[in-house]
């Protein structure tokens, strides 16, 4: 436990550190949040036309409102939390990599639900858009990063744990097994 903590310090600091240098926020962080904004546009525009994307900004066409995704409204500090806890822990590189992989998509899927609803939110309330922005969904997706790290958890094989369909553990040298009764 004292190594997975370690670790996991080291990683959430590294990370948060290099995720706030100017040329990761311009070259990855930016382009990443813009391609956000366009998914968002384009699963809105399944069902109302008049919105456009510029940027990290998402804007109605016929009332102006906009909303503009930020850093922290992006989902990556949650995925940055996410790959920290997973990379710390101690299991199987490809169990990682799957993980990660799978975390990544359902904390973005909840994440383009959030910057969606939000996007509405906005133009009904602008009370109500500042409590769910601030409250409700920054708490909703750091819990879908835990939820899927415990998740991910779960699926994970037990150290030592046979993956064939060879012998129990232990039950080598026990000698020849009985044949089965017939009823």
């Known amino acids: 436990m ?9 990683l959430l600091v590294g990370l948060f550190t290099v995720e706030v240098l100017q ?3 311009q070259h990855v962080i930016l382009p990443f949040t813009s391609g956000l904004a366009w998914i968002s546009v384009n ?14 900004v998402i804007r109605d066409l016929e009332s102006g409102f906009a909303v503009s995704i930020e850093p922290g ?11 920290a806890a997973i990379f710390a822990f101690p299991a199987p590189f490809k169990n990682k990599l799957v993980g ?20 509405y939110m906005g133009q ?19 819990l879908d990063a835990l939820v899927v790290w415990l998740i991910w958890l779960r ?20 000698g020849p097994q009985p044949e089965p009764q017939q009823a």
């Open 100 to 119: 990660f992989a799978i975390g990544f998509v359902a904390i973005q899927a909840l994440n383009l639900v959030r910057i969606i609803s939000l996007f």
């Open 124 to 142: 009904w309330s602008m009370t109500w858009f500042e409590w769910f922005h601030l409250y409700l969904w920054q708490a909703l997706i750091i």
């Open 73 to 83: 409204c992006n989902g990556v500090e949650a995925l940055i939390i996410l790959f």
């Open 155 to 174: 699926t994970l094989p037990l150290p030592g744990n046979r993956n064939d369909d060879g012998p129990p553990p232990g039950s080598e040298g026990a």
């Open 23 to 25: 040329p990761v926020q």
């Open 2 to 10: 004292l190594r997975f903590s370690i670790i996991f310090v080291i």
């Open 43 to 56: 699963i809105i525009q399944l069902f109302d036309s008049g919105v456009a994307s510029a940027g990290k």
